[in-house]
Antibody, heavy 112, light 112 residues
Framework: EVQLVESGGGLIQPGGSLRLSCAAS????????MSWVRQAPGKGLEWVSV???????NYADSVKGRFTISRDNSKNTLYLQMNSLRAEDTAVYYC??????WGQGTLVTVSS | DIVMTQTPLSLSVTPGQPASISCKSS???????????LYWYLQKPGQPPQLLIY???NRFSGVPDRFSGSGSGTDFTLKISRVEAEDVGVYYC?????????FGQGTRLEIK
């Protein structure tokens, strides 16, 4: 059974950093393309980043240069390193595999 | 960026009646591999999005056959043949032909 469990969210001050994790089971992270999608409170879905099976990555313009997507094949885990956080980054962050299976999400709140 | 436009933005349906949601993309979603990268999701209250339809018309694992997708190029439709109470939530279309991946604004379905 495919499972994705996000963690690492929380309350952080503007300008701070957080690293989100997405622990996967039931499939191999490195063999699939993995994405982060976020949803601000009461808003729609916004794609954030993707890492392909070959390791190439892409980012939304809104996070380029501040966020980094990566994976640890030995831990079968996806990450999102978020630096220079802004109030507008406040959202539930979901990880997804091939856009088919999604985790339950982790809430990131950027506020002073 | 490809803009995804959904109509209507809200829908109120009597149980047992059909429902239809339209999604139009600003560019063709037909890729050179012959596939069309249009997806449909349902996000139930308090839950992550769940994939209903991928590549225009393929039902994802476990999705009831009352859900169907159709369309081509830039015009797509999600149909629910007989709405049930459990179908309440927000429906999103999404394109994955190019980055940034983009979503429609969402269509909220409620039961009369």
């Amino acid at each position: 059974e495919v499972q994705l469990v996000e963690s690492g969210g929380g309350l952080i001050q503007p300008g701070g950093s957080l690293r989100l994790s997405c622990a996967a089971s039931g499939f191999t992270v490195s063999s699939n393309y993995m994405s982060w999608v976020r949803q601000a409170p009461g808003k729609g879905l916004e794609w954030v980043s993707v890492i392909y099976s070959g390791g190439a990555t892409n980012y939304a313009d809104s996070v380029k240069g501040r966020f980094t997507i990566s994976r640890d094949n030995s831990k079968n885990t996806l990450y999102l390193q978020m630096n220079s956080l802004r109030a507008e980054d406040t959202a539930v962050y979901y990880c997804a595999t091939n856009f088919g299976y999604w985790g339950q999400g982790t809430l990131v709140t950027v506020s002073s | 960026d490809i803009v995804m436009t959904q109509t209507p933005l809200s829908l109120s349906v009597t149980p047992g009646q059909p429902a239809s949601i339209s999604c139009k993309s600003s560019q063709s979603l037909l890729y050179s591999d012959g596939k069309t990268y249009l997806y449909w999701y349902l996000q139930k209250p308090g839950q992550p999005p769940q994939l209903l339809i991928y590549e225009v018309s393929n039902r994802f694992s476990g999705v009831p056959d009352r859900f169907s997708g159709s369309g081509s190029g830039t015009d797509f439709t999600l149909k629910i043949s007989r709405v049930e109470a459990e179908d309440v939530g927000v429906y999103y279309c999404m394109q994955n032909i190019q980055v940034p991946v983009t979503f429609g604004q969402g269509t909220r379905l409620e039961i009369k």
